[in-house]
């Protein structure tokens, strides 16, 4: 799996665009906690997502996810960063289903940037968020 690289202020500001334009869309008559998730892949392109709220509960799906989902539809296998913007005042993080779909596509040095509405409000690898993690690199060739 290739390494994380270092993101230019370019990029994290196309990554936050994207996760808070996602925000915008997301359903969550329920909750009403809108989550919005950009993915930026190998190939420099940017994958968003939003969270799907369900009647029935378990049933629904994270920004992260649907990023992610975004991203492997359109030919990405490799992701090089994450950003993830919730309301805010609090940090909205990735849930540990995400992390470990992250972790898919993934490797531990990838920038992971928790936002709110204001900006980013912190920074954290996916190592960070998920040590010690199992992935594709744990079973041998298929």
Not at 8 to 37: I, K, M, W
Not at 42 to 48: L, Y
Not at 75 to 84: E, S
Request: charged content about 15%.
């Amino acid at each position: 799996m290739a390494a994380g690289t270092a993101l230019d202020a370019a990029e994290v500001q196309a990554l936050l665009d994207a996760a808070r334009a996602a925000r915008g869309r997301a359903h969550a008559p329920y909750s009403r906690f809108q989550v919005g998730a950009a993915v930026l892949d190998e190939q420099g392109r940017i994958h968003a997502g939003c969270n799907v709220e369900n009647a029935a509960y378990p049933q629904g799906l994270c920004a992260e996810a649907g990023a992610l989902a975004a991203m492997v539809l359109a030919g990405g296998r490799q992701a090089r960063a994450l950003a993830v913007v919730g309301p805010g005042p609090g940090w909205t993080t990735p849930c540990g289903g995400c992390r470990q779909k992250l972790r898919e596509f993934a490797a531990d040095d990838v920038p992971v940037l928790i936002a709110d509405g204001q900006g980013v409000q912190a920074r954290f690898t996916l190592g960070e968020l998920l040590p010690h993690a199992f992935g594709p690199d744990h079973l041998g060739p298929g």
